[in-house]
Every structure is written in structure tokens, then in C-alpha cells.
């Protein structure tokens, strides 16, 4: 392989590795959903989520007159200069097979939308609440398509054998949240992966804002603490046994916490060590699977590597406790702005 291959996708891994990673990710089943039946193209459409105004034109021969909205009386068009990447963290630390059953264990604990403005030369990241209700696919145990149930999006990774079969769901999933916002690749990766990556930059500082008592007596409210081994996963993934906030929202906080600080460590190791992308991208080489080709990953990795962060957005909306879990529902206004941001642009 070129050297400058090689250093591209050694910068994808490590790219991917610091968003994904932040959530607590590895290892992801490697076997395919063999003998299940995919929805028909004419039940999606027909299930299409109701979304903005249309302005289309029927008469119109234009091949995007059907990506034209409307919204707050203007006109939009969706952006053709864009490119998406759904990030998944699973919430599994094994490979487990389930090859007899599409119903499995794990679910999308951690989902981030890459957007890439390929005008601008920037990127923002879309981080998506696992418990946000919306409607997923379910199937039965037998592969079976049986349509869709409004259940916490996070679930849209266990109708399925836990393979790519479960990540494409996963994308229909987040797609039809955004208002069917094109997702033209994913990666996804499950746990054990965070100590792994937060070792190899020797650990990282960040201010516990939450109260760990009795979970991990080494995160110390209102201190800043070097996180090391598993104490770094605690920290990005630690919920349902925090007594002041058991939703998912603080977690989000901290996983964007540990995000910037991930990626000054990870910035400071590879200055200081010619060998470390190396390292770094042989960890996580084997622990990840994707729709994407290897030109695909170079790709990425270039954007990644010349585009500027713009932002990390989080859809509004509010946690209530449901009959048995946490459900999280957007504030549909918000969230239709946001996607106008995104993914359009003004006629």
C-alpha cells in the first residue's frame, strides 16, 4: 500500500476513533443477516415520516424537483455539496453470534451524523439521543419484515442479527428522524474500545461535573481527573445508576466533554510519536464495520484531516420516564431547523 494510503486511512481509523470512542466502543459482529427479508422500496415510501411542505412541481423534469421544501414560507433545495457519515457505538464488549434469530442483544447506544460541507470545508456532527423516540423497522425472529413501531431509536440495532444488517436499519432509522435526510455511509463499532484508545494517548484530564458516589470513587465531583483504563469508560458511559440524572442527557455532556479532550491528546501523541497513527489505527482496525470501500475511507480521512469542526448539535427535546425506560421526544420545530441548517439551502 502507497505511504500516503496508508497515512490516510491510519488518520480515518484514528478520525473515527475519537468520535467513536468517546460513547465506549469495539469489537462489532462480523456476520451478515443471510435469509431475512428487507422492506420493499413501496412500504418505505409509503411510510415516509410527514415532513415539510413540499414545493414540488409535477409537471417539473428536473431531477431534483423532488428535493425542493418549503419551510417558514421559503423555498429550499437540498444540498448536493454534502456527504453524511452515521457513527455507531453499540453496547456490547464481544463478538456474539445470532445467526439463527434476527433479534439480538445489542443496541445503537451512541449515534453521531457526520455532515461534511464539502463548499465550505467544514464538518458539523449531529449527536442523536439513543433513547429519542421514532419509528424503526421490526422484524420478526425468523427475518421477517413486519413494518414499523415507534419505540427509543436505539432498538433499531436489535431487530436484526447485530451485523450490517442491524447498521442499515439503523441508518433508516436516523434518516427518517432527520426528515429522510440522506445517510450515504456508516460505521459502527461496540465497547471496550475506549480504555484501549485512552491508554495509547496516555489518558486524559477532564472536569467531573456529575456525581459519581458510589459508582467510581476516583471521578471526584467538581475536580479535573486524569481518566486511565476504565475509568474513562465509566465516565462516557455510566447512566441508569447516576442518582442525579439518570437519562441520557448528562451522558451526552460527557461525551462531548471527553470528545475535546480525547483529540488534544490524541493531537499531542501523534506530534510526539512518528508511529502512533500506526498503533492507533492497528487497535482499531479490526474492532469496526462499515458500508464503506477502502477508496471511500480515503476519502473521509482526507476531509477529515483538511476540514475545519464547525459544531456539535444535539436535537432539543424532553426526557420523560416511560413504562419501563427513559423516552426522549424532540421538539419537532427545533428539530425542522436544524435540518434546514443542515442539509439545505435557499432557492
Not at 70 to 94: A, C, K, M, S
Not at 308 to 333: K, Q
Request: proline content about 3%.
Amino acid at each position: 500500500m502507497k505511504k500516503e494510503t496508508r497515512n490516510n486511512l491510519i488518520m480515518m481509523g484514528v478520525a473515527a476513533g475519537v468520535i467513536l470512542l468517546s460513547a465506549g466502543a469495539a469489537v462489532l459482529w462480523h456476520f451478515k443477516g443471510a435469509g431475512r427479508t428487507e422492506p420493499s422500496t413501496a412500504v418505505q415510501t409509503e411510510a415516509s415520516r410527514p415532513t415539510f411542505e413540499q414545493g414540488i412541481d409535477p409537471d417539473s423534469e428536473s431531477p431534483t424537483a423532488d428535493r425542493l421544501i418549503v419551510y417558514n414560507g421559503q423555498t429550499y433545495r437540498y444540498r448536493e455539496d454534502i456527504d453524511t457519515l452515521l457513527i455507531i457505538g453499540t453496547d456490547d464488549f464481544e463478538i456474539e453470534e445470532m445467526s439463527n434469530t434476527h433479534r439480538n442483544s445489542s443496541q445503537s447506544d451512541f449515534l453521531l451524523v457526520v455532515v461534511f460541507d464539502n463548499t465550505l470545508k467544514t464538518y458539523k456532527i449531529i449527536q442523536i439521543n439513543r433513547d429519542t423516540m421514532t419509528d424503526i423497522r421490526m422484524y420478526d425472529i425468523y427475518g421477517q419484515y413486519e413494518g414499523l413501531v415507534n419505540l427509543q431509536i436505539a432498538l433499531s440495532h436489535t431487530y436484526g442479527t447485530g451485523g450490517d444488517d442491524s447498521c442499515r436499519d439503523t441508518v433508516f432509522a436516523v434518516s427518517r428522524l432527520l426528515y429522510d435526510s440522506d445517510i450515504d455511509n456508516y460505521m459502527a463499532v461496540t465497547m471496550a474500545a475506549v480504555p484501549i484508545l485512552n491508554d495509547l494517548v496516555g489518558g486524559v484530564d477532564v472536569l467531573v461535573e456529575d456525581n459519581f458516589e458510589g459508582i467510581d470513587d476516583t471521578l471526584v465531583q467538581g475536580e479535573v481527573v486524569h481518566l486511565t483504563g476504565d475509568h474513562a469508560l465509566t465516565f462516557v458511559r455510566a447512566r441508569m445508576s447516576m442518582a442525579d440524572d439518570p437519562t441520557n442527557i448528562a451522558r451526552m455532556g460527557r461525551q462531548r466533554t471527553y470528545i475535546v479532550a480525547l483529540m488534544e491528546a490524541l493531537g499531542n501523541a501523534m506530534r510526539e510519536d512518528p508511529d502512533f497513527e500506526l498503533r492507533a489505527f492497528s487497535a482499531l482496525g479490526d474492532n469496526m464495520i462499515s458500508d464503506m470501500t477502502t477508496d471511500r475511507i480515503e476519502e473521509l480521512a482526507d476531509r477529515f484531516n483538511e476540514y475545519t469542526e464547525e459544531a456539535i448539535l444535539v436535537p432539543e427535546g424532553r426526557s420523560v420516564e416511560g413504562d419501563s425506560y427513559m423516552e426522549f421526544y424532540v421538539d419537532e420545530d427545533a428539530l425542522q431547523q436544524l435540518v434546514v441548517d443542515t442539509f439545505y439551502e435557499p432557492v
